[in-house]
């Protein structure tokens, strides 16, 4: 199986910075996409940004230009960048790893969601 968790979180106040780290580790046979996802209080899941394996990387339009997203394909880790952080960008902040173990004696790939780091940015 794969475990994710991530870390980093916490409280800033409106124009600061944070950086979000996510770890996937366990039988990992390889991944591809790894992401961030948040959800607000009374809103759904939303994605934030996604990065492929080649670096390719994808962006709400809400957080583009202040957000950037890297991996370190060796540590199985990516990272999220937070820069100029609104009050609106408070949320539960989720790493997910798109991820291929061996289940028996098969590979499988398999949507692997982290527990969530709070990010609350203050006004």
């Known amino acids: 199986q794969v475990q994710v968790v991530e870390s980093g979180g916490g409280l800033v106040q409106a124009g600061g910075s944070l950086r979000l780290s996510c770890a996937a580790s366990?039988?990992?046979?390889?991944?591809?996409?790894m992401g961030w996802y948040r959800q607000a209080p009374g809103k759904q899941r939303e994605l934030v940004a996604t990065?492929?394996?080649?670096?390719?990387?994808n962006y709400a339009d809400s957080v583009k230009g202040r957000f950037t997203i890297s991996r370190d394909n060796v540590k199985n880790t990516t990272y999220l960048q937070m820069n100029s952080l609104k009050p609106e960008d408070t949320a539960v902040y989720y790493c997910n790893a798109d991820a291929a173990t061996v289940i028996g004696d098969t590979g499988i790939w398999g949507d692997y969601w982290g527990q969530g780091t709070q990010v609350t940015v203050s006004s």
């Open positions: 990065i492929t394996g080649n670096g390719n990387a």
């Open positions: 366990g039988i990992i046979l390889s991944i591809n996409a």
